[in-house]
């Protein structure tokens, strides 16, 4: 949900109010939209299953030299990047 401030509104608050508000803002701006968060991870569990192993386990093999970086590896790393990075900006 996108959340929005009024100027006016914000002007009206007390200063505690007003802190809390904008704290509240920008946490809601922060926030993956609605939905990417789990379309990252849909995207994930697609690579997971085509592959036959966990990203734990590509990631593992990739760095041994195991497994070869193709594109849709690359992707893979990528979505895994985007996945990491909207869940520490949930916590």
Known sequence: MVK???LA????LSPTERAAAVRDLARS???PSNGELEAVGS??????????MTSAAMESKLA???LQ????IASWLIAL?????MRGREA
């Open 64 to 66: 041994a030299g195991a």
């Open 9 to 12: 509104d914000l002007a009206n």
């Open 69 to 72: 970086e193709t594109a849709e």
């Open 43 to 52: 995207q994930i569990r697609a690579l997971e299953r085509r592959y036959e």
């Open 29 to 31: 701006a922060l926030a």
């Open 4 to 6: 929005t401030l009024r």
């Open 81 to 85: 990047d985007a996945q990491r990075r």
